[in-house]
């Protein structure tokens, strides 16, 4: 039973855990007051997907708490809001099932909810010494779509892809079902891939090494960032690709799969044994010499 009680009514079946996950978004912080409410809708629903895919579960149901500022309680924005809310729902399958709306800063925070088979859900642990990491897509999309919305009349021949990407990030929950029986440890790079790969090593009690010639970065990305989009792709977030690592025996399954063009991914470092040091991950340029790695990714309370 979905909206018009207290509370949903959800039976989930035999042998299945029910995954949950929350995310918040606020106008100024995770949108510019300048997005629309289509565009701030897709984006909140794609971030929250997003966790789906990373912890290898099925997205079945969400319920949205939206908080609205006067200027945005009418029907026009609401049915532009509301449009990009169904657009997304019914391309991954999932029912709104409840939620509360209130007055105050413009604030979108949603819960999903999704299944798993028990025992088979993603997650951050499980890396060991000798995996392979991974990412999936590419990389510095999402910082560079930012520069775009923030910068006015910011425009270049391929912005409208960025700007899709920074608006309605593809969550990536096909992959993420593929990789159940495959990846050893996963996340979705939602605050920079030094910051969420660290959360991985954390997690593991490992540390990782990772390569700048083997990152994936576009060239719409490189062509406006200034250092060929590096620092977008290491610390930019806001991509919701997966990070995942695969252990020695089923390398060659995801080699095999990347080949034969069912995996979109691509293979960036290795896992290592973790030392002493607050330095999770370690950066090597073409020559093998370590890249200052000066910050960890998105901070929110920075």
Known sequence: MGIGDDA?????????????????????????????????????LCVNLSDMA???????????????PKDKANSLWLADFSAGIAEIAQQFDIAL???????GPLTVSMTLLGEAPSGESLQRAGAAVGDTVFITGTLGDGAAGLKLVSTINGKNSDSDRLLQRFYAPHPQVEIGLQLRAIASACIDISDGLIAD???????????????????????????????????????????????????????????????????????????????????????LDRDNNPVAVNKQGYDHFG
């Not at 299945?16 to 909140?44: C, M, N, W, Y």
Request: proline fraction near 3%; charged fraction near 15%.
């Open 197 to 283: 790969l660290g959360h991985i090593c954390q997690s593991s009690n490992v540390a990782a090494t990772i390569y700048t010639e083997q990152l994936p970065i576009a060239a719409d990305v490189r062509d406006i960032a200034s250092d060929n989009g590096l620092n977008w792709a290491l610390f930019g977030g806001d991509d919701y690709q997966l990070c995942f690592t695969v252990s020695a025996d089923k390398l060659d399954k995801v080699e095999q799969l990347i080949d034969c063009g069912e995996l979109t991914a691509s293979k960036i470092g290795t896992i290592n044994t973790a030392d002493d040091s607050d330095n999770l991950v370690t950066v």
């Open 8 to 44: 949903a009514l959800i039976n989930t079946r035999p042998n299945q855990q029910l995954v949950v996950a929350s995310d918040t978004l606020v106008e100024g912080v995770h949108f510019p007051s300048t997005a629309t409410g289509k565009q701030i809708a897709t984006r909140a």
């Open 54 to 68: 990373a912890m290898g579960a099925q997205p079945r149901w969400f319920t949205l708490a939206l908080t609205l």
């Open 97 to 103: 099932v409840g939620g509360d709306t209130t007055s």
